[in-house]
């Protein structure tokens, strides 16, 4: 999904548009996984039972509840947060009902680095943190490709982009 056109100031270029990695799904995924066969187990053992049809209702709104707060809410977050490279400026956005937001103008960009664990460095993410002429170090977890935007960023930042 491309960044909003109605976002960026006239002639400006996108350069990189990424959502957190994926790696913060798996929990999500393994919670509907293990809901949706705890449910399942449930409803077979309750359909022997006299008030069986109450037992399917209850089971079943129960796991919708688990799997819309622990499932879908954190791919929905993942979903709506955006990490936007362009040729004027760092962005950030994050949030499904709320809408939250900042971004650095390069000019005011002084240092660019990046961190990357052994398993950050397996998934190819890591941490890229931005540091401003006036603010602290801005840390951006699980970036995709960190080294990649962490090239882009930095030729940016330097003009030479």
Do not use: N
């Not at 393994?30 to 309750?46: D, I, N, P, R």
């Not at 109450?54 to 089971?59: D, L, P, V």
């Not at 129960?62 to 962005?91: K, Q």
């Amino acid at each position: 999904m491309a960044y909003p056109d109605e976002l960026l100031v006239t002639g400006e270029e996108v350069l990189a548009h990424r959502h957190p990695h994926p790696k913060m799904l798996v929990m999500p995924g393994l919670v509907f996984l293990v809901t949706v066969g705890a449910a399942a187990y449930l409803a077979a053992v309750v359909s022997h039972q006299p008030w069986r049809s109450f037992g399917w209702w209850g089971i079943a709104l129960a796991a919708a509840a688990v799997i819309g707060w622990f499932s879908v809410a954190p791919l929905l977050r993942w979903a709506c947060t955006h990490f936007v490279l362009t040729d004027r400026r760092v962005l950030v956005r994050e949030g499904v009902l709320t809408r939250t937001g900042f971004e650095i103008p390069m000019h005011r960009i002084t240092s660019v680095h990046f961190r990357q664990t052994m398993f950050e460095r397996m998934l190819g993410c890591g941490t890229l943190s931005v540091e401003s002429a006036s603010d602290e170090p801005l840390d951006f977890t699980d970036v995709p490709g960190v080294e990649e935007m962490y090239g882009l960023l930095y030729e940016a930042a330097d003009g030479t982009r």
